[in-house]
């Protein structure tokens, strides 16, 4: 009984960590602790094992070469998961201060602190989704995907040795690991799932007072950032590393073994003076809130006007034959994990015009079912208005606007592509049902004919 009531508290703690805006609502310096992630990225100290590196890159070279701020330690971990495309892995590489904003938010989604139910792109079409401008980190580059993606990219990072099955859970199974001079433990993404899940236990261990936990480094507290950052970079490296001395100790870590640095209290007006969003940011949210809600609104007036359209068209199909499997049928994806993908809602019925159901048939074999991964670039059109590609045309337009690295089902696909992947089914289709049609045996209706007489 006590654990269940400890794990319904744990569960409504976590739930009431997430930031819950209202659609448009721009989450601001205060929202992300922005102060608190610029000193925990601006850290200068090069203590962290990166497990990305390859061996050729640190042979020969002394420790500190071999070893990497927490910024670079949890950009390259971003950047290697298989879930990261090609695309984004590219602008990481190309454009650092990029990096170091995606990073910052993928932090927090991290943690728990930004939900799966936001997203960052103003044009995103779906009732179960909101967005919110982040003017803080979206100076250099405003997309910053949304958050079921990064939730994606950040459950793929694993280290290579490391199977889903024997990943540490707990913070006592990251001590073990590394006591065994396992280094590192896991990785910097996982340790991070790890404390904000225990943030009670890792509160209890390490933090020396009741009145505080691991998700309260991430609230807006009267405790400074620079401390809250410092005691965050020592959680960090203390169960990412093996049991060393800890370079993000203060007199007071040293005084007391296994506690975290000395959290800083702020006065009123000190806290007031951290997170101030400036006017160019404020200028900022204020125009992508208007942008948003003047899209929703012209959505919503084309999605009546689509609707009663599908309406009639779907009313004459009723009463026709003839009509191509799939036609005016909205598909309903399917997936299993739910961050996965875009959540079906209030979306275009335009978009689902002639899309290929994605439903496995009850008989269809694991090897004949077909996940889509096509994506246009950022410069096709998004349906075709004209006549349709010839089978050279479509395979040439395939190679160069495809990436094949993105598999997220939220990537839109152009008419042809449809068409080809509804053929693709049908023939599928057509192939096991004539395989699984066999005659009856000549004995068997002997033997019918035998008991009838």
């Avoid at 169960?239 to 060393?244: G, K, L, T, V």
């Amino acid at each position: 009984m006590a654990t269940q009531k400890t794990t319904s508290s744990s569960f409504a703690r976590r739930k009431a960590f997430a930031i819950k805006h209202q659609e448009a609502e721009p989450l601001t310096r205060r929202d992300l602790q922005h102060d608190f992630l610029h000193h925990i990225f601006a850290a200068q100290e090069r203590v962290f094992t990166d497990p990305t590196l390859s061996p050729s890159s640190s042979k020969g070279s002394n420790d500190l070469e071999s070893t990497v701020t927490f910024r670079d330690l949890y950009v390259h971990t971003l950047m290697s998961s298989p879930r990261c495309s090609r695309a984004l892995r590219e602008k990481m590489q190309e454009t650092p201060k990029f990096a170091t904003d995606f990073a910052k938010i993928s932090l927090l989604a991290n943690v728990g602190r930004v939900n799966t139910t936001m997203t960052f792109l103003p044009e995103m079409r779906t009732a179960l989704r909101t967005y919110h401008p982040v003017p803080s980190l979206q100076k250099v580059d405003a997309n910053l995907q949304d958050a079921p993606r990064i939730k994606n990219i950040l459950k793929a990072c694993s280290l290579k040795d490391e199977a889903t099955s024997n990943m540490p859970v707990t913070p006592a199974e990251l001590r073990a690991r590394a006591a065994t001079a396992i280094v590192p433990s896991t990785s910097i993404v996982n340790l991070l799932f790890v404390l904000s899940n225990h943030f009670a236990t890792v509160a209890h261990d390490h933090f020396g007072r009741l009145d505080i936990d691991f998700l309260d480094l991430f609230l807006p507290v009267k405790i400074s950032s620079l401390s809250r950052a410092r005691a965050f970079l020592w959680l960090a490296f203390h169960y990412h590393e093996a049991p060393s001395k800890n370079p993000f100790g203060d007199q007071h870590a040293k005084r007391h073994v296994n506690l975290i640095p000395e959290l800083v209290p702020l006065s009123e007006e000190e806290f007031e003076q951290e997170n101030v969003d400036p006017e160019d940011e404020r200028d900022y949210a204020a125009k992508m809130t208007k942008l948003r809600m003047e899209f929703l609104a012209r959505n919503a007036q084309t999605g009546e006007s689509i609707n009663s359209k599908d309406r009639k068209a779907l009313a004459k199909s009723k009463g026709g034959r003839g009509s191509s499997p799939g036609k005016l049928i909205p598909a309903k994806r399917e997936r299993s994990d739910p961050d996965s993908s875009v959540e079906e809602g209030n979306t275009l019925e335009a978009d689902l015009i002639n899309r290929p159901s994605q439903q496995k048939r009850p008989n269809l074999s694991k090897s004949l079912d077909i996940s889509r991964a096509l994506s246009e670039s950022s410069t096709s059109i998004r349906h075709s208005s004209g006549s349709h590609r010839s089978i050279l045309q479509q395979a040439w337009h395939v190679v160069t606007t495809v990436d094949a690295f993105l598999d997220s089902d939220e990537e839109d696909i152009d008419e042809s592509a449809r068409q080809a992947y509804a053929m693709r089914l049908q023939v599928l289709a057509d192939f096991h049902q004539s395989s699984i049609t066999t005659p009856t045996p000549t004995c068997s209706r002997s033997w019918q004919r035998a008991n009838a007489s």
